[in-house]
C-alpha cells in the first residue's frame, strides 16, 4: 500500500520561508511526476509546482521566483522551498506522485501566513 508522508507545514510571517516534504512509502514504481497543489478556504484546489523524473519543472504563476520543486529519486521524496511567503500562499498543501497509472494524494499540511 501506497502512502505519501507530508511534513513541514506551519504558522510564518508574511516574507517568511517554509519548506515541505513529502515521503512516497510502501510499493510504489516507475514515478514519474511529483509535485505539490493547494487547496484555500472557498476555493478549488490548484497546481502550484510540479518535477519530472527527467526534471522537467512547472510552477504556478503566483509562485515563479519564490518557490522551488525538487526531488531526491532514491528516495521517492518531493520538496517544496517557498521562501518570500504572502498570505495569499495561506492553503492545505497537498503532496501529488503519479506513478504508471496511479495517482496518488497526500493527507495535506497546512500553511499559514499571518503576521
Known amino acids: 500500500q501506497v502512502q505519501l508522508v507530508e511534513s513541514g507545514g506551519g504558522l510564518v510571517q508574511p516574507g517568511g520561508s517554509l519548506r515541505l516534504s513529502c515521503a512516497a512509502t510502501?510499493?510504489?514504481?516507475?514515478?514519474?511526476?511529483m509535485g505539490w497543489y493547494r487547496q484555500a478556504p472557498g476555493k478549488q484546489r490548484e497546481l502550484v509546482a510540479t518535477i519530472t523524473n527527467s526534471g522537467s519543472l512547472n510552477y504556478a504563476d503566483s509562485v515563479k521566483g519564490r518557490f522551488t520543486v525538487s526531488r531526491d529519486n532514491a528516495k521517492n521524496t518531493v520538496y517544496l522551498q517557498m521562501n518570500m511567503l504572502k498570505p495569499e500562499d495561506t492553503a492545505v498543501y497537498y503532496c501529488?506522485?503519479?506513478?504508471?497509472?496511479?495517482?496518488?494524494w497526500g493527507q495535506g499540511t497546512q500553511v499559514t501566513v499571518s503576521s
Open positions: 510502501g510499493s510504489i514504481f516507475r514515478v514519474n511526476v
Open positions: 501529488n506522485v503519479r506513478a504508471l497509472s496511479m495517482n496518488y
